[in-house]
């Protein structure tokens, strides 16, 4: 059964950097997808950004510029580097796998940008 772990989450002021981590694991042999979603509070999960098995990316407007996705194809891992946070930054962010057998999900990690 595939299974994902976050880890990397947290309180940093405005302006500062975190860096999200996501491990895949339970026999996969290849992943198509990973990505990030997050989901503020009273809000719908939404797109952060993903990266193909290829490399290419895709990212919200909200994470352009700031935010750069990248991945392990070894490790089956898939990295969040988020720089110039901002208070609406704010929500649990969750990872993602898409593999042959489906979609899978982490169990989130909360990110809190606050002074």
């Known amino acids: 059964q595939v299974q994902l772990v976050e880890s990397g989450g947290g309180l940093v002021q405005p302006g500062g950097s975190l860096r999200l981590s996501c491990a895949a694991s339970g026999g996969i042999s290849s992943v198509n997808v990973m990505g990030w979603h997050r989901q503020a509070p009273g809000k719908q999960r939404e797109l952060v950004a993903h990266?193909?098995?290829?490399?290419?990316?895709n990212y919200a407007d909200s994470a352009k510029g700031r935010f750069t996705i990248s991945r392990d194809n070894a490790k089956n891992t898939v990295y969040l580097q988020m720089n110039r946070l901002k208070p609406e930054d704010t929500a649990v962010y969750y990872c993602?796998?898409?593999?042959?057998?489906?979609?899978?999900w982490g169990q989130g990690t909360q990110v809190t940008v606050s002074s």
């Open positions: 990266i193909i098995s290829g490399g290419s990316t």
């Open positions: 993602y796998v898409l593999v042959a057998s489906g979609t899978y």
